[in-house]
Structures are given as structure tokens and as C-alpha cells.
């Protein structure tokens, strides 16, 4: 009985099916947390999260489980039955990128609680009514 | 010559601007403003040779990177250099009464502004798209926040969080789109694009609506707009409206004709881009503040350039490329009038403009708001004459009753500005005691010379259209040709 | 104990919009499940084998894909510039108490390791996982150690400076050369045999752009990490 249990996990299906409702509840909870959160720090995390949850959607998406990683060595000598080198160098520029981006995100709102001692996204009204 | 240099050449400016400074308070800026002239030249000489050209980068297309510089993007790449170029001059004199703090940042963020929009219209591969997208985004977001008042740094903010959610949404379009088709150069895509299951497609185009309809400043997603206008300096305005949206707006177009030529999602763009119209003119009535009233003004044309982009025919391609021109150069002259105005007077609130006392820099505001309303003789006439016309042969009179009363409210803002700027009425008792004059602006001969030189352009494209129709018409029968690019990509065309 | 808690309507907006979005791509994908389908990456794996290094996606990164990567560095220059600008009015904070005296030395002593480590990733990125942005940000780590253990220290300004300049400069140059010895921005144009693969020399470029890529890096992270560990007066 494990034992189908256990072939039934490893069916390709299935771990499709974990990986996309895995990364789409990760993203979930970054969306909510995005749409709903009113200080400024909570909203970049949320938005990191979703992130996240998108370069685990997309590896998990590209992988396939019966083959190796992209690099030569542990007795492997040629490039045959190896993953899709792509989605990892995509996801390696796309942290980096996001990082910056939050990174910089801090420092406005650092310097904008520092000038004004706001962290309230709903109190951030310095400009005339539209 | 190669069309990398419009990116590596920035960038090299950029990475090197410490070592400039060594030369000097002024050798940034002087050496900036000499690259800009350069790659103007460049691009104007690149404009004689008239085929396609494929940069290919470290590898061939379709497996590597490349830049295409075509007619279409030529064209993008000669206006974004051209308005860079102005602007340079414009800074020149503005530093020497005016600067930004820590100026040598400035002039990188400038520069990397303009090599990652030359390179949103040169790019052929999706993620390369995505890089470049980030790079524009945060030199706009820092360029906004640069002064550092609370005001600055809540219109930097609001930009960082809509432009996170838009790289979001654009991640997630780039997702799918490689798990699904398995390649990420546009050429291959426009290929396979068609052969995905219905709902794949509609989500992927749902992603690349949102991912770029926060940047491409479309209704609903252009609430961010007015207050980051307002926050930021308004030199920076200048930039925003003339370079990076326009080239947000080719790439998202570029987009769509290579993946989805001719489909319903096209018609439902046309009305989304007449609706955001409408609604940018309505509420600009209300405003008081003059840099408001000109950024919904920068909504409306801009939903009209996506409403007529849309439309996916040459000639509504050939309207649409007129209005952008006509559109950055008239937004220039006006973002760097309010810089003038607002150095003297300290305010920006439309009745401020009654006190102006610069009758160059009214006569500026009056050229550069009849081309905006599409009054003949200026540039802007052309561009809302052909799109009209190619809505109505079309049979899309909605949209062409729209377009009417969008522009009937925006000649009604234009004229009560207009009101102000000819203002000569009565001084109140207490200033006539004073027994004071205002002042004459003084703006220097470079700055009039940078006015000049806009207003020449939009009197000439008004004037004489004919001059730049031919150019136009090819360069946006190029860019509907989806199927000359796939093959010119895969084949590597050099 | 009271759990009832007025829930406004923005957090049922939000909740109600977030689901639907996620579960309608749930519902799309688990529809589509895609075949295992010929992708660019493959194709990229086989002309690994005549013109990229043992780590594939290192190839992938710096090679094949380089162009990103140098936009990934001007992204990174930027936001360190835009974090040195918004911040550059802030000292580091007088208040912070003296680190006890195991701590200042064994962070010293930790210190030169950490650098050994960063500068072995960095330099074998293309033999093993790992490359220059993970080389960077170890080295980074490490210079963070060091400024929140030790009062005294500070990343010297002018160095870090020094070297990011030179390492940007010198990555748009290569690529600057590559067009013109090979007509192919980023081209690589050191010799590469195939028969080198595996040997810490091969692969032309590669293991020198990612040699640049990570003084970048390294030098940017120490010098974002060192001011956002600032402090104002007030704050």
C-alpha cells in the first residue's frame, strides 16, 4: 500500500501538480499580503515573496526529474541527459535584479520615515488631491 | 557601424563616471552632453543606410541575443538621441543655477535611462526585454526620488511598488511563455505563439497587458502617474514624457504585432486606449496644479497613441508614429518651460501663470499646446488627422466620437491655461502701491536656442509633413511586418 | 479570549481578487501539463559541448546570455548608487555598544576565511556551482561581519571605488573588443579548445568575465550593506 502510495508520488503528473499548487499558494500569499499590508517594509516582502514563488514555479516547471544538473562532473563527461540550463540563468539574473530593486525600496523608505516618520501607506498623501 | 553602440557606449559612460570626475566639476557633464551629440550623429548617419541590420551578441539568433535595427526602431532610437541631446543642452544651463546634488549620479542615471530605452527598441529576445526594462526603471525611480523632499521620495515609492508589480507580471509572462513554447527570442515565438491552446494564450496576453500596462500608463493601471509627475522634478517630467514611455509603448506594440496580428484582443485595446483617453481628460479639468493638468494631458495623448497603435493597419501605424513625435517634442517644450517657471516663481499652480513676465517662454507654451491640440500647420495635426480618418474608413465611429471629446476637453484645459498666459488684468490694490514690476525671466541663449530648435520641429512636421511621410509610412509597414522579422532573425541577416 | 476582529472590505477585496488570479492559473496549467518539449535550453546544452565551460548554466550566464548579465550588473550599479544617494547623509550610529572581546576576534579571525572562500567560488564558478555573483555576495557577507562586530571598521570608500569602476569599465570592454575582433559584441575571442574542459583555464572569457563580474558585485553589496547599516541622528 505505501508502496503505490509512493510510485503514485512520483508520477510526473503529480509532481507537476505539487510543484504548480505549491508555488501558486506561495504567490497567493504574496498577492494577498500585497494587496492588503499598509506598511511600506510589508509590501516589498510581499512582492519579494511573489517573486519567489514565480522562479519556483518556473524551475519546477522545467525540470525533469530523470535527468542531472547542467554541470559536468561526479563521473559525468558529456552533456547528455542533463536539465535546461536556461530557466536557472534566468532565475540567477532575476534574484539579483529583485534584490536590487527591494534593496533600493529600503533606502526611499528609510529616508522618507526619516524626513517625515511615516510608514503608513495610507498617510503618504504629500501631494495635492487628484 | 554597429547599433550596440547606442547601449555600450552609455553604459561605458556610466561604469567610467567616477573616473570622469577626475577631470573636473564640469568634465561630466560636458563629456555626457559630447556623447549624446555623437550618438545623434550616429543615428542620423545610420538613417542614410536603409536595410535591416542584426547585431548578433556573443551568439547567433535564434539561440543568442541580438539587436534589430530597422526602420521602425531606427526611427525610435533617432527621436530618443535627438530629445537626450536637447535635454543636454537644456542641463547645461540649467547646472549653473540649479544642479542636482551628487551630479555626477545624475548623468549616469540619465545615461542609463537612455541606453535602457534604446534598448527596449532594439532588443529581439524577450528576458532581454525584461533586463532593460529594469534598468529604465530604476534610473526613473531614483531620477524621481533625486531631491529627496518628502514629496520626491513618496513619488519615488508609489513608482517602486506599481514598477515591482509590473517586472512581477511581466516575470510571470515570461514564465509561461518559456515553459510553454520553449524559447524566449521573439523571432521563434511569433512563430509558435499561435500554436498554444486557447487559455494559455489569453493568460499570457493578460500578463503582458498588466506587466506592461503599468508602465505604458493605460486606464486602470495609471494611477501612479499624476503623483510621481508631481513629486519629481520637472526636468525629469521631461524625460519621462518624451523618451521612456514612448519606449514602453514600442516595445508592448512591437509585441503584440509579432505574437498576435489581427486578433479580438486588438479591437478590445482600441476601446481600452479610447477609454483611458476620455477618463485622463475629464479629470484633468479639476486640476489646479499646472504639472498635473500636463501629466493627464501625457495620458490621454498617450492612450490615444495606444488606441491608434492598436488598430494593428499602416496607415493607423503611420498616425501613431507622427503623434509620438509630435507628442515628446511638444511634452519637452513644456515640462522645460514649467523648469524655467517654476526656477522663477517658486510655484507651479496654474494661476502663477499669470504673473509669468517671459514672452518667449508664453509663445513656447502656446506652439507647443496648439500641436497637442492638433491644430493645422503644427505637428500634431497630422497624426490626429490620419488616425481619425483611419478610424472612420474602418467604420470605428465610436471611437472616433470619443476621440472628439476628449479633444474638445482638452482644447477647454488648454484655453483656460491659454487665459492665464495672456493674462494683463488688474493688479490688486496693495501690489500697485508697491509699484513693482516682475521681473524678466532670464533664460540663456543655449536654452533659448534648445526652445527654438522644438519649435522648429513641430512647425516643420506641421508644415511640411511630406518630408518625414515617407520615412514614416515604411518604417511602419516594417514594423507590422512580423513575418520579414521572424525570417530575417532566423536567418541571421547581417 | 476575543477573535473576532473587524475584517474591512479591503482585506476581502484582496483576498477575493488574489484567489481568483491564482486559481485561474492553477486551473490552466493543471489542464496544460506541457510534454517534456524541445526547449532552447537543450540546443543550448549541445553547443555547450563545442564552445562553453563544464557548468553549463556558468556558459549559459556569462556566454550565451551575457548581454543580461552586464544588464544585471548596471542594474546592481544603480541601486547601489541610488541607496548611496538616498543615504549618503547618514553616519554610522554613535549609540551601538562594543561588541565583547570573542566576537571582535573571532570575526577577525573568521574574516580572511570567508574572503578565501568568496574568491574560490568566484574564480571556479565555471568548474563548480557557483560564479561570481555567489563569490560577491559570500565576500559581501564577510565585510558585513566584519561592520557589525567592530565598531572601528569601515569599508575603505576609495578602494571599493577603485574597483568597481575598474571591473565595470573592464566588462564593457570586453565585450567592446569582442566587436571588434570578432564582429559579435561578447564574442569570445580568447582561445577555447574543447579539450581544455574541466581545466581551470578554458572556456576564452568566461572565467574572466565572471572574475569581473564578481569584484563587481562583491564591491557593491559591501558597499550597499555598509550604508544601510548606517544610522541617522534621529532614527
Known amino acids: ?130 | 557601424m554597429s547599433s550596440i553602440y547606442f547601449v555600450a557606449l552609455p553604459l561605458l559612460f556610466g561604469f567610467a563616471t567616477p573616473l570622469l570626475g577626475k577631470l573636473g566639476k564640469n568634465g561630466i557633464a560636458y563629456v555626457s552632453t559630447l556623447m549624446q551629440v555623437a550618438l545623434f550623429i550616429l543615428a542620423l548617419s545610420l538613417l542614410l543606410s536603409t536595410s535591416w541590420s542584426v547585431e548578433v551578441i556573443s551568439i547567433a539568433p535564434p539561440l543568442g541575443i541580438s539587436f534589430v535595427l530597422n526602420k521602425a526602431s531606427l526611427f525610435f532610437v533617432t527621436l530618443f538621441t535627438f530629445m537626450m541631446m536637447l535635454f543636454s543642452f537644456y542641463y547645461l544651463d540649467l547646472r549653473k543655477s540649479d544642479p542636482y546634488a551628487h551630479e555626477g549620479k545624475f548623468f549616469i542615471l540619465l545615461n542609463m535611462l537612455l541606453a535602457s530605452s534604446i534598448g527596449l527598441v532594439l532588443s529581439s529576445d524577450i528576458f532581454n526585454i525584461y533586463v532593460f526594462f529594469e534598468i529604465a526603471g530604476l534610473s526613473a525611480y531614483i531620477l524621481s526620488a533625486y531631491k529627496k523632499t518628502p514629496k520626491a521620495l513618496e513619488a519615488g515609492l508609489k513608482y517602486l511598488v506599481t514598477g515591482m508589480m509590473a517586472s512581477v507580471f511581466l516575470l510571470l509572462a515570461i514564465t509561461f511563455i518559456y515553459i510553454h513554447l520553449g524559447s524566449l527570442n521573439l523571432a521563434v515565438l511569433s512563430e509558435s505563439f499561435n500554436t498554444l491552446p486557447y487559455n494559455i494564450k489569453v493568460l499570457i496576453s493578460v500578463f503582458l497587458l498588466i506587466g506592461f500596462g503599468f508602465k505604458v500608463e493605460i486606464f486602470p493601471l495609471n494611477f501612479w502617474v499624476t503623483d510621481v509627475y508631481e513629486g519629481s522634478s520637472s526636468p525629469v517630467n521631461a524625460l519621462f514624457s518624451s523618451i521612456v514611455v514612448k519606449a514602453y509603448l514600442f516595445v508592448f506594440f512591437h509585441i503584440l504585432y509579432l505574437f498576435m496580428p489581427d486578433s479580438e484582443f486588438g479591437t478590445f485595446l482600441i476601446y481600452l486606449g479610447a477609454l483611458s483617453m476620455l477618463v485622463a481628460e475629464i479629470v484633468a479639468l479639476k486640476q489646479t496644479n499646472l504639472k498635473r493638468v500636463f501629466a493627464y494631458s501625457s495620458l490621454g495623448q498617450v492612450g490615444f497613441i495606444f488606441a491608434v497603435m492598436a488598430s494593428e493597419n499602416p496607415s493607423a501605424v503611420t498616425a501613431a508614429f507622427f503623434i509620438i513625435l509630435a507628442h515628446s517634442v511638444a511634452k519637452m517644450m513644456i515640462f522645460l518651460s514649467i523648469t524655467s517657471i517654476e526656477r522663477e516663481h517658486q510655484s507651479v499652480e496654474i494661476e502663477t501663470l499669470k504673473e509669468l513676465n517671459s514672452p518667449f517662454i508664453k509663445v513656447m507654451m502656446i506652439l507647443a499646446m496648439l500641436s497637442l491640440l492638433g491644430i493645422p500647420l503644427f505637428a500634431g495635426f497630422i497624426g490626429k488627422f490620419l488616425a481619425l480618418k483611419d478610424f472612420a474608413v474602418n467604420s470605428a465611429y465610436v471611437v472616433v466620437v470619443v476621440i472628439v471629446i476628449a479633444s474638445l476637453i482638452e482644447s477647454i484645459y488648454y484655453f483656460k491655461i491659454a487665459g492665464n498666459l495672456f493674462y494683463k488684468g488688474e493688479k490688486s490694490k496693495g501690489e500697485k502701491s508697491k509699484g513693482k514690476k516682475r521681473e524678466k525671466l532670464t533664460l540663456t541663449l543655449m536654452q533659448k536656442a534648445v526652445f527654438t530648435v522644438l519649435a522648429l520641429v513641430l512647425l516643420l512636421v506641421g508644415i511640411a509633413p511630406w518630408l518625414f511621410s515617407g520615412f514614416i509610412s515604411e518604417a511602419s509597414q516594417v514594423m507590422l511586418d512580423s513575418t520579414t522579422y521572424a525570417t530575417t532573425l532566423m536567418g541571421g541577416l547581417k | 479570549m476575543n477573535f473576532k476582529r473587524d475584517i474591512s472590505t479591503r482585506t476581502y477585496s484582496g483576498f477575493a481578487l488574489s484567489a481568483l488570479l491564482v486559481l485561474t492559473i492553477l486551473n490552466v496549467m493543471l489542464q496544460n501539463i506541457p510534454a517534456h518539449i524541445e526547449r532552447a535550453g537543450d540546443q543550448l546544452l549541445a553547443l555547450n559541448a563545442q564552445e562553453g565551460v563544464a557548468n553549463a548554466v556558468t556558459s549559459v550566464v556569462v556566454y550565451f546570455r551575457g548581454f543580461d548579465t552586464l544588464g544585471e550588473i548596471a542594474v546592481l550599479f544603480i541601486a547601489a548608487l541610488g541607496i548611496g544617494l538616498m543615504l549618503s547623509e547618514h553616519t554610522k550610529d554613535p549609540h551601538h555598544e562594543e561588541s565583547s572581546f570573542i566576537l571582535q576576534k573571532a570575526s577577525k579571525l573568521l574574516f580572511p576565511i570567508i574572503m578565501l572562500f568568496g574568491v574560490y567560488v568566484m574564480i571556479y564558478g565555471h568548474l563548480s556551482p557557483g560564479g561570481g555573483f555567489q563569490g560577491g555576495v559570500i565576500i559581501a557577507s564577510g565585510v558585513l561581519l566584519l561592520l557589525i562586530s567592530d565598531q572601528n571598521f569601515e569599508v575603505p570608500h576609495a578602494v571599493i571605488s577603485a574597483l568597481e569602476t575598474f571591473a565595470g569599465i573592464s566588462y564593457v570592454l570586453i565585450g567592446l573588443i569582442g566587436l571588434l575582433v570578432m564582429d559579435k559584441f561578447l564574442g569570445n575571442f580568447l582561445p577555447h579548445d574543447v579539450s581544455e574542459m574541466g581545466m581551470l583555464l578554458s572556456g576564452g572569457i568566461i572565467p574572466l568575465v565572471y572574475i569581473v563580474v564578481g569584484v563587481k558585485v562583491g564591491s557593491e553589496m559591501s558597499l550597499i550593506v555598509q550604508n544601510l547599516l548606517k544610522r541617522s541622528e534621529d532614527v
Not at chain 1, 535584479?97 to 520615515?113: H, K
Open chain 1, 1 to 130: 500500500m505505501f508502496e503505490t502510495f509512493i510510485s503514485y508520488l512520483n508520477q510526473d503528473a503529480t509532481i507537476q501538480a505539487m510543484v504548480d499548487i505549491g508555488s501558486m499558494a506561495l504567490f497567493f500569499i504574496g498577492l494577498f499580503g500585497l494587496l492588503t499590508h499598509r506598511h511600506i517594509l510589508r509590501i516589498f516582502i510581499s512582492v519579494s515573496i511573489m517573486e519567489f514563488a514565480i522562479f519556483l514555479f518556473f524551475i519546477g516547471n522545467t525540470f525533469d526529474k530523470t535527468f542531472t544538473a547542467p554541470i559536468l562532473g561526479d563521473g559525468h563527461v558529456a552533456f547528455v541527459a542533463m536539465n535546461d540550463p536556461i530557466p536557472h540563468a534566468l532565475v540567477l539574473t532575476a534574484i539579483v535584479i529583485g534584490m536590487a530593486v527591494f534593496a533600493l525600496g529600503v533606502s526611499f523608505a528609510i529616508e522618507y520615515y526619516k524626513l517625515t516618520g511615516r510608514t503608513d501607506i495610507n498617510d503618504m498623501n504629500e501631494m495635492s488631491e487628484s
